[in-house]
C-alpha cells in the first residue's frame, strides 16, 4: 500500500506568527508533511512574495515542497517548487515552459475521471480530487466519492491528492482508498497545529489497509 503524506494549505491570513504556526506543525509531522501550499486571494503580488519568501525559505530548509496556488507568474518570482492550478488558471503546458522541466504542477479536477486523464496526459505530476467531506474553508461545488481514488490507483502512476474538508476522525477510508497525499488547511490551522498533525498520523498509521488489487468499478 502507498504512504499517504500530508499535504498542508495555507491558511489565507499568513501574517502574525504563521511562519512559526508552519515550522511547529511541518516539526510535528516528522516526515508526514512533505508539501505546502501557498493559498492567497486578492493580494498584490508584491505582497504576495513578500509573505512567501520566510515560507519558502522554512519549506526548503526543512525538505518541504512548496507549491503556489493559482499563479505562475508569484510561483516563478519565488522560484517556487511547483504550482497548483485550478480548471480556470492556465495550462500545464504553460506552467511547464515558465518554471521548468523540474517543476511539481498540480491540477483540481474536482470528482472528474475525464478531467484527471487530461491533467496526466498534459504531464502533471499530480492531480487532486475533491471535495470529499463539506469544507469550513472554502465553498464546495464538486463532490467526490472514494471509488475515484481506487480508479486512479489501480490504473495510473501519476500521484493524487485528497481535499475537502479531511480530519483526523474521517480521513481513514481516504488513506484506506489510495490516497497518496491529504490536502489540509481547517483542519491544522484552526486549532493547535502540532496536536492536529501527530493526530493525523495516527489515523494514517492506522487506517486499515486496502486488499492488494481490490478495486470497484
Known amino acids: 500500500m502507498n504512504r499517504t503524506d500530508l499535504y498542508l494549505i495555507s491558511p489565507l491570513d499568513v501574517t502574525g506568527d504563521f511562519p512559526d504556526r508552519l515550522a511547529r506543525a511541518i516539526d510535528a509531522g516528522d516526515g508526514l508533511v512533505t508539501a505546502f501550499q ?35 507568474s508569484l510561483a516563478n518570482r519565488l522560484d517556487a517548487d511547483g504550482v497548483h492550478l485550478g480548471q480556470g488558471d492556465g495550462t500545464v503546458a504553460d506552467a511547464r515552459e515558465k518554471l521548468g522541466k523540474d517543476a511539481q504542477i498540480g491540477v483540481t479536477c474536482h470528482g472528474s475521471r475525464h478531467l484527471a486523464m487530461d491533467a496526466g496526459e498534459a504531464g502533471a505530476d499530480y492531480v487532486a480530487f475533491g471535495a470529499f467531506f463539506p469544507s469550513t474553508t472554502k465553498q464546495t461545488e464538486h463532490r467526490a466519492e472514494l471509488e475515484l481514488l481506487e480508479f486512479w490507483q489501480h490504473l495510473f502512476e501519476i500521484p493524487c491528492v485528497a481535499i475537502g474538508g479531511i480530519t483526523p476522525d474521517n480521513c481513514a477510508p481516504l488513506v484506506t482508498a489510495g490516497a497518496d497525499f491529504l490536502a489540509v488547511s481547517g483542519a491544522i490551522w484552526n486549532g493547535d497545529e502540532a496536536a492536529s498533525v501527530r493526530a493525523f498520523a495516527r489515523a494514517i498509521a492506522n487506517a486499515p489497509p486496502r486488499p492488494e488489487g481490490e478495486f470497484r468499478r
Open 38 to 72: 501557498f493559498r492567497v486571494k486578492d493580494m498584490d503580488q508584491h505582497e504576495a512574495a513578500r509573505l512567501a519568501q520566510p515560507l519558502r525559505t522554512l519549506c526548503a530548509d526543512r525538505g518541504v515542497g512548496f507549491i503556489v496556488n493559482d499563479s505562475i
